[in-house]
């Protein structure tokens, strides 16, 4: 069981679309750089397909994840950095595949003129709580 306390609609706010308002807990901080859709050497993977790109991004997140004792049960926080809004619906269904969603984090998206590549969709970024 998780550390942490998860409040997905604090009175008085309209519920999130698959995010929680609130999440604290007590423990490790744990801070994950933005992760982007690159394999172990340094390859983009799914140039314009932003499913394949989603699915990257999460595996380096779990990896990055595990190297610090934790899982996505411990996330807090994430951020989403799109180049374009439209590739949300593939990002979230690939999200979904990770996180329980009774218990999920807060979390940003934010559009961005773009990445550190030009051919990259999505960077995400997590920050988690380890009990």
């Given at each position: 069981?998780?550390p942490?306390?998860?409040?997905?609609?604090?009175?008085?706010?309209?519920?999130g679309?698959?995010?929680?308002?609130?999440?604290?807990?007590?423990?490790r901080?744990?801070?994950?750089?933005?992760?982007?859709?690159?394999d172990?050497?340094?390859?983009?993977?799914?140039?314009?397909?932003?499913?394949?790109?989603?699915?990257?991004?999460?595996?380096?997140?779990?990896?990055?994840?595990?190297?610090?004792?934790?899982?996505?049960?411990?996330?807090?926080?994430?951020?989403?950095?799109?180049?374009?809004?439209?590739?949300?619906?593939?990002?979230?269904?690939?999200?979904?595949?990770?996180?329980?969603?009774?218990?999920?984090?807060?979390?940003?998206?934010?559009?961005?003129?773009?990445?550190?590549?030009?051919?990259?969709?999505?960077?995400?970024?997590?920050?988690?709580?380890?009990?």
């Amino acid at each position: 069981m998780s550390p942490l306390t998860h409040i997905a609609t604090p009175d008085g706010l309209a519920p999130g679309n698959g995010f929680s308002h609130v999440v604290w807990g007590e423990g490790r901080f744990v801070a994950v750089s933005g992760q982007v859709a690159v394999d172990a050497d340094g390859k983009v993977v799914g140039e314009g397909d932003p499913a394949a790109q989603a699915r990257q991004v999460f595996a380096n997140l779990q990896r990055c994840l595990e190297g610090a004792g934790a899982t996505f049960a411990d996330v807090v926080k994430f951020t989403f950095f799109v180049t374009d809004l439209s590739v949300m619906p593939a990002l979230r269904q690939v999200r979904d595949t990770y996180l329980d969603p009774e218990r999920l984090p807060a979390c940003s998206a934010v559009q961005v003129a773009g990445l550190v590549r030009p051919e990259l969709l999505i960077e995400i970024e997590a920050f988690a709580v380890v009990g």
